[in-house]
C-alpha cells in the first residue's frame, strides 16, 4: 500500500543552520506530495507541494523537489529561524482518491 | 485564501457525555471532508471520510457509532464523540478540500478534547 517515511526527530538545530529532512515514499501511480507543518497546539498548514516528477516546490525558504526516481521529497531551508520549530509532515495523495496519507512527522527546534 | 474553520478549540467534560465538534468551510464548497485523529507526538490517523448528503466512510478499526458524522451541507460537517471516555482523550483535526479545483486539503485548527 501507500506510504510515507520521515526520518526521525527530534531535530534540533542552531539559528541560521541548515535544514534537511528527508522523506520517502511508496506509491501506485504517480501521488501528488506534501510537506505540511504543524506549529504547537494548532492544525496542518501546507507548506508546500508538488505533483508531478522533477517539480520543486518552494514557500517561505523552504523548498522541495519531486524526485520520481528515488522516490523522495526531502525537505530543505538554507537557514532556519527560530520561527521554524514545528512538526512537519511529508504527505502524499493520489491523483484518483482524495485521501491524504501522512508521514510520521519530524519535530524541529531551532535554537538561538 | 480558503479557511476551515473547526469549533470548539478546546473542550473538557465528563466521562459518559457526548461532544460534537463542527468543520465549516469559510470560503469555498466541500464536498468531501476528513476528520482525523492526532496522538501526542505522532502522526495523523485518519478516522473518517465525510461526503456529502451521504453516509461517511470510515477507516478500519474506527467505531461508527462511536463517532458519528455528519455531512449537511456543502460547508459544514460534524464529528460527534458519543458516551465519551477518557481513552477518547485526543487532538481531533477536521480538513476540506474545494471541490470545484484540484487543490490540496485544508485543515481546521483542531479540537483538543479532554475526558475526565
Known amino acids: 500500500g501507500n506510504s510515507v517515511t520521515q526520518m526521525e526527530g527530534p531535530v534540533t538545530l542552531s539559528e541560521e543552520a541548515f535544514l534537511t529532512i528527508n522523506c520517502t515514499y511508496t506509491?501506485?501511480?504517480?501521488?501528488?506530495l506534501f510537506w505540511y507543518v504543524q506549529y504547537p497546539g494548532e492544525g496542518l498548514q501546507l507548506l508546500l507541494k508538488a505533483t508531478k516528477a522533477d517539480d520543486k516546490g518552494s514557500n517561505k525558504g523552504f523548498e522541495a523537489t519531486y524526485r520520481k526516481e528515488t522516490t523522495s521529497f526531502h525537505l530543505e531551508k538554507g537557514s532556519v529561524q527560530v520561527s521554524d520549530s514545528a512538526v512537519y509532515f511529508c504527505?502524499?495523495?493520489?491523483?484518483?482518491?482524495?485521501?491524504?496519507?501522512f508521514g510520521p512527522g519530524t519535530s524541529l527546534s531551532v535554537i538561538p | 485564501g480558503a479557511v476551515v474553520s473547526q469549533h470548539p478549540s478546546r473542550v473538557i467534560c465528563k466521562s459518559g457525555t457526548s461532544v460534537k465538534i463542527e468543520c465549516r468551510s469559510l470560503d469555498f464548497q466541500a464536498t468531501t471532508m476528513f476528520w482525523y485523529r492526532q496522538f501526542p507526538k505522532q502522526s495523523l490517523m485518519l478516522m473518517a471520510t465525510?461526503?456529502?448528503?451521504?453516509?461517511?466512510?470510515?477507516e478500519q478499526g474506527v467505531e461508527k457509532d462511536k463517532f458519528l458524522i455528519n455531512h449537511a451541507s456543502l460547508t459544514l460537517s460534524t464529528l460527534t464523540v458519543t458516551s465519551a471516555h477518557p481513552e477518547d482523550s485526543s487532538f481531533y483535526i477536521c480538513s476540506a478540500r474545494d471541490r470545484t479545483v484540484d487543490q490540496p486539503q485544508h485543515f481546521g485548527d483542531g479540537t483538543r478534547l479532554s475526558i475526565l
Open positions: 504527505a502524499l495523495k493520489e491523483t484518483s482518491y482524495d485521501k491524504v496519507i
Open positions: 506509491a501506485t501511480g504517480y501521488p501528488s
Open positions: 465525510s461526503n456529502e448528503g451521504s453516509k461517511a466512510t470510515y
